[in-house]
């Protein structure tokens, strides 16, 4: 189902280049995380500024908040992984074992473990719970920068720059690799969790049959040769996002593969982080310093 997007805020963030942008858990909040080094919580609709963050000794790339709302798990260039109380924006937990720049962080369906992914090569996961400083297990499979990270709930993917996505199933302990041919800069789980799309620098998103690893569909007409680029999918599984570097958000129909929305930022030279709303047809958007909030064009979905 095609679905034109109307631009409906812009935010300016202050807060340096906007390196990412997560909706939270139910989708009435959102987090940026900033060149700055700080990490901000804000209401989208209202532009309001609710907590800001700040611990990170370099910028941060990646956070997500929490199943229930009340932490947030952030990584950054100086190789830490902080988990934060929501209201008091205190550290409750920093996490230290990376040798090199955290590229993404993400919580267990539980919101119980925190997986990191590095420029190190390796996955981490630690438990929030424990008390103890060393991660319960380390995935360390990837030979080049492992840039992105989804979960479900029994599953961990991850992208790497060698070119592999890595499906770890933590109740078989069991991992399957499928070699893509070029570097990945993000994955995603389809909601039912039955296929894997990942977004490559060769210009080309490919969406995979989980299981076998068939490549089932491309995705082409967006620019992605240089920068780590987010994908997303709509919350029905029915449309493909994806940055670029052009300045433009491209969707694609799922099954069609046709490119039925161009979604332009003007004057902005890369769209490089993506979040949908969990439940409504509303998208986020970030661009050097800004954030962006589109609905669909013909009602009102994400008044408030």
Known sequence: MSHQMCQIKSLQ?????????????????????GSDKSLKLWNPITEKLLQKYSGHGYEVLDAQG??????????????????????????????????????????NEESSIVLSASIDGTVRAWDCRS????PVQVMDEATDSVTCLDVSSQEILSGSLDCKIRC??????????????????????????????????????????????????????????????????????????????????????????????????????????????PTKVCLLTAAEGCIFLWQVSDSAYCAS
């Open 13 to 33: 963030c202050g807060q340096g280049a906007v390196r990412c942008v997560r909706f939270n858990a139910d989708g009435n909040y959102c987090l940026t995380c």
């Open 66 to 107: 929490s199943c229930d709302n009340s932490q947030i798990v952030s990584g950054g260039m100086d190789k830490h992984v902080f988990l934060w109380d929501v209201i008091t924006a205190n550290p409750i937990r920093k996490f230290r074992g990376h040798a090199g720049k955290v590229n993404a962080v993400k919580f």
């Open 131 to 134: 008390r103890s400083k060393d």
């Open 168 to 277: 770890y199933d933590l109740r078989k302990g069991e991992i399957r690799t499928d070699y893509l041919g070029n570097s990945i800069t993000s994955v995603s789980f389809t909601k039912d969790s039955q296929c894997i799309l990942a977004s490559c620098l060769d210009s080309t998103l490919r969406l995979m049959d989980k299981g076998t690893g068939e490549l089932l569909n491309e995705y082409q007409g967006h620019k992605n040769t240089k920068y780590r680029i987010d994908n997303c999918l709509s919350n029905d599984d029915s449309s493909i996002y994806s940055g670029s570097e052009d300045g433009i958000v491209y969707c694609w129909d799922l099954i069609d593969r046709k490119l039925h929305n161009k979604i332009h930022h003007e004057g902005s030279k890369v769209v490089h982080s993506l979040s949908f709303h």
